[in-house]
DNA sequence: TCGTTTCCTCTATATTGTAGAAGTAATGAG
DNA sequence: CTCATTACTTCTACAATATAGAGGAAACGA
């Protein structure tokens, strides 16, 4: 693999946000759901380059939605997350995990 | 709190490889239980100038030792983390927990 | 003293993270 | 049917982190 082979932790966050939300996963949902889970602040900007960048990686991948019939509702790029992308939300999740195997934190 | 509140990926991994390594902990033992933990290889440079910014930040403190009795036995810098320095470990942590929280992951 | 070893510092660059203004496409009011 | 308003995305610019590795410094042993 090229370059580092595990995600910045903004990267992390954003993947996981990914795969609770599913079908649903658009840049207004992804700041939701990461604000309201971890009470961070995140500007849209972010969230978008964010995505941009797992994209042009392969982690990612996105497609253009419908508009919905509502005030404003133009169409969505949802998101979704790919096979090598749950690698790598894997990797980070165990390189941290063997890293903190055995340590007594406060919150685990 | 200035500025991010939480940590980059590799400054958390280096911030719990102190927490392993409490006493014996100094840029090479650093390096050795991340490698050996994680499977991934770690430039020196990158240690230390993470190090560096945690210690910047107050996220960690280091004292000099005295020479040891061995070939090239010089001094070495020990680092150990700091009250705040735990807290920011603790704080990432449980942000990663939350968005973790429920999801089927291949390791978790 | 000098070669060798261990460790740390420095320099330079690539990659990520971050904010917010600006742009685009849709609806509904009038 | 025009326009204000809303929902969403793109762009731009800059700050912070990550990363490698060459080079320098301090110690020991021969």
Redesign the pocket.
């Known amino acids: 693999m090229s370059?580092?082979d595990?995600?910045?932790?903004?990267?992390?966050i954003i993947l996981l946000a990914l795969l609770r939300l599913g079908e649903r996963a658009?840049?207004?949902t992804v700041r939701q759901e990461i604000e309201q889970r971890t009470q961070r602040?995140?500007?849209?900007?972010?969230v978008?380059?964010?995505l941009?960048?797992l994209e042009s990686?392969g982690y990612v991948r996105s497609r253009r939605g419908d508009?919905?019939?509502?005030?404003?509702?133009?169409?969505?790029?949802?998101f979704h997350i790919t096979g090598t992308g749950v690698e790598a939300v894997d990797r980070t999740q165990h390189a941290l995990r063997q890293m903190t195997e055995g340590l007594r934190l406060a919150r685990g």
């Not at 508009?67 to 949802?78: A, D, Q, V, Y």
């Open positions: 370059g580092r595990y995600l910045g932790e903004f990267e992390h658009y840049g207004v602040e995140v500007s849209i900007g972010a978008y380059a964010t941009e960048r990686k508009p919905t019939p509502e005030r404003g509702g133009r169409s969505k790029r949802f």
